[in-house]
């Protein structure tokens, strides 16, 4: 599946009103974050779920309203695994693989 990038709130809002979504949180100069998008995106080439990203550097005040509205710490790389509105699951640094990822979406 394509990643989408979101870039502001009413397109985030639109992906956590799905049934279900991956985000991640990306710094564009991190290389712990350039390996966490490699298995982001590994993962979400076999799956169907949507899947989007936000460059940090780019959209920091939409990366801090995921945080104050879910009340999650942001950090970077992070993903989360959005169900019915809800972070079901969230991960960062070298939590994020593939393999995570299905084993929480299954």
Same mark, same amino acid.
């Given at each position: 599946m394509t990643v989408k990038q979101l870039t502001v709130e009413d397109e985030l809002q639109t992906m956590v009103g799905q049934d279900?979504?991956?985000?991640l949180k990306h710094s564009l100069t991190c290389p712990i974050s350039d390996e966490a998008k490699k =298995?982001? *995106?590994k993962f979400t080439e076999e799956s169907d779920i949507p899947a989007y990203i936000i460059?940090?550097?780019e959209n920091r005040e939409l990366s801090n309203l995921i945080a104050e509205q879910f009340d999650i710490k942001?950090?970077?790389p992070q993903v989360f695994y959005f169900k019915?509105? =809800?972070v *079901?699951?969230?991960a960062s640094h070298w939590d994020v693989t593939a393999k995570k990822l299905t084993e929480v979406t299954q």
């Open positions: 279900e979504a991956l985000l =298995q982001f *995106e460059h940090i550097q942001h950090e970077s019915n509105g =809800q *079901e699951f969230h």
